[in-house]
């Protein structure tokens, strides 16, 4: 009875171990995880960086973020600020704070996850006790690689190109010169250190590096770097303001010459426009002379022809005629036709005879007759005579007149 009693509690209390130790039998790792497992008694420990359930054995586990953002300054995705602004200094002795963000992705290769949990045994010292303490050293580096209005303008971008470069692969070596210049706003001229890269085609990324990148040893790699804001001191703000002013005025100057020239594109363009077109209309008027004048040319030469043509006509028409006459005359006409033609001919000659102011007769002539007989001279001359004209006519013989 006493060893069942026993047993009875030695089950009970390994339920108990075993609820009590059930997270350290296994563990299930996230898609976005990377967990690190040391096993007790041995020490050695395992990488998991794939998902999924994985034994632990009662192992201890350190988890990693695969990706992590840093914020120096900025806003977070949850509207918070993180961290502090990293502060610089530029070639010209300006100073700012710098406000932005990176990321940070980690290794899958054991050899560096090894060194990571060696040396910072977790995400949250790696992040404060290596990520951001080497880019504010790199950041502060990139400063003196150009002047605070650089920085604001035409060397923003170049900025974060430095900052990204020197991040992973190591912080430049450069060479420092003093210089004096002249203030672009202020017009005073004044000594500045600045310094410049040294080409070297055996290092990354082209240039001399002073020390390799942390990161690097620790298999890190550093990207999506961004510059949210500068903030300046009120002395650069200054500076900054009157600096735009200038440049509106250039670029307004600039574009006012431009829209000028453009004018005067356009009038001279629009000037050859008009040219053109009177030069075309002078050629369409010309045309529709030129065409006006040929059609009454043709005109004229069709007329022509065909006055030339009804003259061959009419021509045919008579000779037709007088062949038909002469043809009818040598076939002999009929006594009737004949007297009718001799009728036609002594009425046309009676006519013509009234209405002609030729004296045919002469004007005094003598007749004698009996006592009551007719006085009329064409009793004197007598039917005959105008018988005797028209035959003449016919025969075509010279009729003598009276003058």
Known sequence: MNFKKIVAALVAVFAIFCVVSLGKIGEDV???????????????????????????????????????????????????????????????????????????????????????????????????????????????????????????????????????????????????????VTDAITGEEKTVKIATLIPDSLSAGGYKRSESSPFAYYGLEIGQVAVSKIAYSDKVNSQIARQQEANMLIATSKAQAAAAQQESIRAEEEGKAIAMKAKWEQEKIKAVEVTKAEQEYEVARLSALKAKEDAKRIEAQGLAEAAAARAKVQAGLSPLERATIDKETAIGVAQALANSEVRWVPEVMIVGGKEGASANPMDAVGLNMLLDITKNMKSNKTIKFYN
């Open 30 to 180: 996230k898609n976005e995880t990377i967990v690190v497992n040391q096993y007790p008694f041995t020490g050695n420990m395992e990488y998991w960086t794939t998902p999924g359930f994985h034994w632990q054995w009662w192992g201890k586990t350190t988890t990693y973020y695969k990706t992590q953002q840093l914020w120096f300054g900025s806003d977070s995705e949850s509207g918070e600020q993180q961290g502090n602004p990293i502060p610089v200094i530029f070639n010209d002795a300006s100073d700012g704070m710098i406000y932005g963000s990176l990321r940070v992705k980690l290794p899958t290769d054991p050899k560096f996850l090894a060194r990571i949990q060696t040396d910072y045994n977790g995400m949250d010292r790696l992040m404060n006790d290596l990520v951001r303490p080497t880019v504010t050293k790199v950041i502060y580096a990139s400063g003196p690689l150009m002047s605070a209005f650089e920085s604001y303008a035409e060397k923003k971008n170049d900025l974060i190109e430095y900052i990204t470069d020197q991040l992973n692969n190591g912080v430049y070596k450069t060479a420092v010169k003093q210089a004096k």
